[in-house]
């Protein structure tokens, strides 16, 4: 049972990433943030209650209340600051982007091939979502112009690492948690003013057009 609902939460941590490619309006993209950001939580619960271990049980609850509530409020915020509805220019077209999002989480489960088989179990088989969720994050934030889409590609990166770390080891020191999680925090504060200072001087956050003043 135990292993139907890890498969389930790593599943959902995978869709949600391809939907932050398929969708183009940013709210959405914040509440699948959301969404995957409950799905990590998942997994850390699932491996705590397998494991009976209090400090990934920790962990899960750490990583819930920055990734479920935090996060997505600080975002939501940004949008509301820098009314941009829509990813309206990527540089890679919806169609594209999901083709590439395949070939991502291909590439990703025959780097992991290695890994999974030193130590074949039912976690670490699942830890390739990790890596493919990382490589779509660093694709996302490579290929979309607004601002918040970027923040968006970086957070998945995060969650991406998060669960490899989670899949592979069973679960992170709460330590090394918490300073991954001030860290990002930090990061994502840092970009909410100076979004919303760009929006302010110049009335835009795409950032070609910004390129586009500084030539």
């Not at 990166?157 to 770390?165: F, R, S």
């Not at 003013?193 to 070609?208: C, E, I, K, Q, Y």
Request: hydrophobic residues 60%; contains cysteine.
């Amino acid at each position: 049972m135990t292993d139907q609902l890890l498969n389930l939460a790593c599943g959902l941590l995978l869709l949600t990433a391809v939907g932050v490619l398929w969708r183009s309006e940013l709210a959405a993209l914040i509440t699948l943030l959301t969404v995957q950001g409950a799905a990590l939580a998942g997994i850390a619960v699932l491996l705590a209650v397998e494991r009976r271990h209090a400090e990934t049980a920790a962990v899960a609850v750490a990583v819930g209340i920055l990734k479920i509530g935090v996060l997505p409020h600080l975002l939501r915020r940004i949008l509301a600051r820098v009314p941009e509805a829509r990813e309206t220019a990527p540089l890679v077209n919806v169609a594209a982007s999901l083709l590439a999002a395949a070939a991502l989480t291909l590439l990703a489960y025959a780097a992991a091939r290695p890994l999974v088989n030193l130590a074949p179990s039912p976690t670490v088989g699942a830890a390739p979502v990790g890596i493919a969720v990382m490589l779509i994050g660093f694709f996302l934030a490579a290929t979309r112009q607004r601002a918040i889409s970027q923040i968006v590609g970086v957070l998945l990166i995060d969650n991406g690492i998060a669960a490899v770390a989670f899949l592979a080891t069973g679960g992170v020191p709460l330590v090394v948690e918490l300073g991954v999680s001030a860290d990002l925090l930090l990061a994502v504060l840092v970009l909410q003013v100076l979004t919303t200072r760009l929006h302010a001087a110049f009335g835009d956050t795409d950032l070609d057009d910004l390129r586009e003043l500084h030539d």
